[in-house]
């Protein structure tokens, strides 16, 4: 019943080797099935993302020997040379590899700590092994508790409630003022890289329309195919400003583009619609005197950058609270490994104990010699009695006490203890 | 046994308060909701130490200062919370809740005043009063989520935003929210106030008696009716609307208060 996870993220691996090694859905699933069908693994899931990718599996041997055979596969199935992977790869096992996954699941080993796609991504990988067959009671337990602190590390800490980018400080602020985007009008000046990046957050919230201007036409056409949206030729401010709710402006020019009087204008045209305008721009695109236009909200990009730092800063805070909640679930799930691994362990000893007791009732058969056959009988019943009673006991006491099953976690020493390796469950 | 809906109701509406503003400090959705069960638990209290208080005094609850203030803040409770369920919003809990308490405390501290001596009694007049109330703690709500839009509107363009503002509802749900809650005190006003001209005809035989208090009302009516329709318009969207909003609830509070303490012939206490 042990876990082994040999993988590589973006800590360990540059995007060059992250390419090479991630799996599609139908690789996943094709790797997984050639892992259990070759004995390497017993249990297998596959995770893959644009900055890990990660197998985990209960191996049927011992799990070091799992991890190198697992290596050596993920090598051949990629094509990449084992030398060239080695320095890449990182193993982890039992506690560790349930704490690796469980800090994955909560953000904490993402690339933006906190970011909330991972869970969603777990999830499906999860989905997928399920239902491909390639899960067991072991990862099935495992991925589940991995969900369960995903979302109470969300709900219970701050660690993914606050944009941690320019581009998401600009959306959120957007969705403080309007509430949801999905029926709200964009406006894009320029094609700066933030600005970018804030227009593909737009598009994940759906935003009802975008619409892109720039002094090259070409350049224009260009970024509306891209984005979806629709060109409104450069300098038709009326019509631009009377549309967008949000306007979000990285345009490479010396001086503003956007000037007090053409906003003020384009405010009375709007009727005064709150206009959020979001500067990115630098040197500065929009008249910073206009903030103080009814209803207008303007955003440089110091200011969004502030607003992270702020975030990043509240967001170390909460670091502590995470890992708390992880380890609590790490001891939750080690717990309920042991209690299954002890009481596998307590049938084979109780079937041994069997078999003393038969072989030690025949070698003392000449000692008994004078007892009546009912009586050795009788004798061979009460020792049985007295063994199922040693035995009952410690069953029944693992079954009902939590703390017990946490006290005896290395179940190992106890393995060791009682049984030879031939009799290890 | 005498206080002990008492004791539950400060009990669930100070532990709903502090989950509020657990949930408002921390973002824990938990909180949130415990927020929402003990206010409802409160409700429910509340309601049985109205029940248990008229029973004692063989009356309605509104015709003392206590009943009517503790009337307010049941109906005040029994608003917000049919808002928070219908927008889905919990961050404004902790802005409403202790408004609640607060006139909960005032009303049960309020001195033992004289029971005013109704001339009739009935439906309508029971109406009248609870309807009225009713309006008066709808248009409260709308003063919170006013002064809350105000404040939220100044953090953001000041871009001084802090921890709170990612948890506090967006501005244009804040402004829909506080118009929710006018349309209903307007809405219940005007039914409350044309079951009082009722009750009055049948009282004198005639609609045709004076008190000041149908000029405050008339003023009242006037005032939300115009901040709904500016909330709309070029002009005043936004913060204006909000500030006139603000303005309307302390107009409210002066009918409430003074004109009926001083000024109003048959009215006292509501």
Same mark, same amino acid.
Do not use: C, W
């Given at each position: 019943m042990e876990i082994v996870l040999v993988g590589l993220n973006h800590r360990t691996a540059p995007v060059e080797v992250r390419e090479r090694v991630s799996f599609t859905v139908e690789q996943a699933r094709q790797a997984a099935a050639e892992l259990r069908d070759r004995g390497i693994l017993e249990e297998t899931l596959v995770l893959s993302t644009c900055n890990r990718s990660e197998v985990y599996g209960v191996p049927p041997e011992d799990v070091r020997q799992s991890a190198g055979a697992l290596a050596t596969y993920l090598s051949s199935f990629h094509s990449v040379a084992p030398e060239a992977l080695r320095p890449s790869l990182y193993h982890h096992y039992d506690r560790e590899a349930v704490r690796h996954l469980f800090r994955v699941s909560s953000g904490?080993?993402?690339?933006?700590?906190?970011?909330?796609e991972i869970l969603g991504q777990v999830r499906e990988a999860y989905r997928l092994a399920h239902g491909a067959g390639g899960t067991g009671p072991v990862l099935n337990r495992l991925f589940q508790g991995a969900l369960e602190v995903g979302k109470r590390v969300r709900s219970e800490t701050e660690?993914?409630?606050? !944009?941690?980018s320019v581009a998401s400080a600009g959306v959120k602020l957007a969705e403080r003022i309007?509430?949801?985007?999905?029926?709200r009008t964009a406006l894009v000046l320029g094609a700066g890289t933030i600005g970018e990046q804030v227009v593909a957050q737009l598009r994940d919230r759906e935003v009802a329309h975008l619409y892109v201007m720039n002094r090259s036409g070409e350049k224009a056409g260009q970024l509306a195919r891209e984005f979806g949206g629709k060109v409104i030729p450069w300098g038709e401010w009326h019509e631009a400003l009377n549309l967008p709710d949000l306007v979000v402006s990285s345009v490479? @020019?010396?001086? !503003?583009?956007?000037?007090r009087d053409t906003v003020k204008q384009a405010m009375v045209a709007r009727k005064n619609r709150a206009l959020l305008l979001m500067d990115l721009g630098v040197p500065r695109n929009?008249? !910073? @005197?206009?903030?103080?236009?009814?209803n207008v909200y303007l955003y440089n990009l110091d200011a969004l950058t502030e607003i992270v730092r702020q975030n990043r800063a509240a967001r170390e805070e909460e670091i502590p609270h995470a890992e708390e909640i992880v380890d609590e679930h790490v001891s939750k799930f080690l717990s309920w490994q042991a209690s299954v691994e002890l009481v596998g362990m307590l049938g084979v000893l109780r079937a041994r104990v069997r078999e003393e007791r038969a072989e030690f009732l025949r070698d003392r058969m000449e000692m008994l010699a004078h007892f009546q056959p009912q009586e050795r009988e009788k004798i061979a019943l009460l020792m049985d009695e007295l063994l199922e009673k040693l035995l009952m006991r410690p069953a029944e006491q693992l079954r009902g006490e939590k703390s017990l099953r946490k006290k005896i976690q290395n179940v190992d020493a106890l393995r060791d203890l009682f049984l030879n390796d031939r009799e290890k469950p | 046994m005498a206080h002990l809906y008492l004791i539950l109701t400060v009990a669930a509406y100070g532990l709903s308060l502090a989950s509020y503003f657990r949930f408002l400090s921390t973002g824990k959705e938990t909180a949130g909701r415990i927020g929402t069960i003990l206010l409802a638990v409160g409700v429910v209290a509340h309601y049985f130490a109205l029940l248990e208080r008229s029973r004692g005094l063989h009356?309605?609850?509104?015709?003392d200062l206590y009943g009517s203030l503790s009337l307010f803040a049941w109906l005040l409770a029994l608003t917000y919370l049919g808002l928070e369920v219908y927008?889905?919003?919990?961050?404004v809990g902790a802005f409403v809740v202790p408004f609640i308490l607060l006139f909960f405390l005032v009303a049960h501290l309020a001195p033992a005043g004289r029971i005013v001596e109704t001339p009739a009694r009935g439906v309508a007049f029971a109406f009248h009063v609870t309807l009225s109330i009713l309006a008066y703690a709808a248009f409260g709500l709308s003063f919170v989520l006013s002064l809350i839009f105000l404040a939220e509107q100044r953090l953001l363009r000041s871009q001084n935003?802090?921890?709170v503002i990612w948890r506090l509802p967006p501005l244009e749900l804040l402004e829909r929210m506080s118009q929710s809650s006018v349309i209903v005190g307007l809405v219940t006003i005007v039914i409350g106030t044309a079951l009082g001209f009722l009750w009055v005809d049948r009282l004198?035989?005639?609609?045709?008696y004076y008190d000041p208090k149908y000029l405050a009302t008339l003023l009242v009516l006037v005032l939300y009716a115009a901040y709904l329709f500016l909330a709309r318009t070029a002009a005043w969207r936004g913060a204006r609307a909000s500030k006139l909003c603000v303005f309307n609830f302390v107009l409210v509070i002066f009918s409430f208060t003074a004109v009926n303490l001083f000024f109003s012939h048959s009215h006292r206490y509501f």
């Open positions: 904490l080993d993402s690339m933006l700590i906190g970011e909330a660690l993914g409630a606050r !944009p941690m309007f509430g949801k985007l999905n029926q490479a @020019s010396d001086d !503003p583009v956007l000037l929009i008249d !910073p @005197s206009l903030a103080d236009l009814y | 009356t309605v609850p509104y015709h927008h889905r919003q919990r961050s935003l802090g921890a004198q035989g005639t609609m045709l």
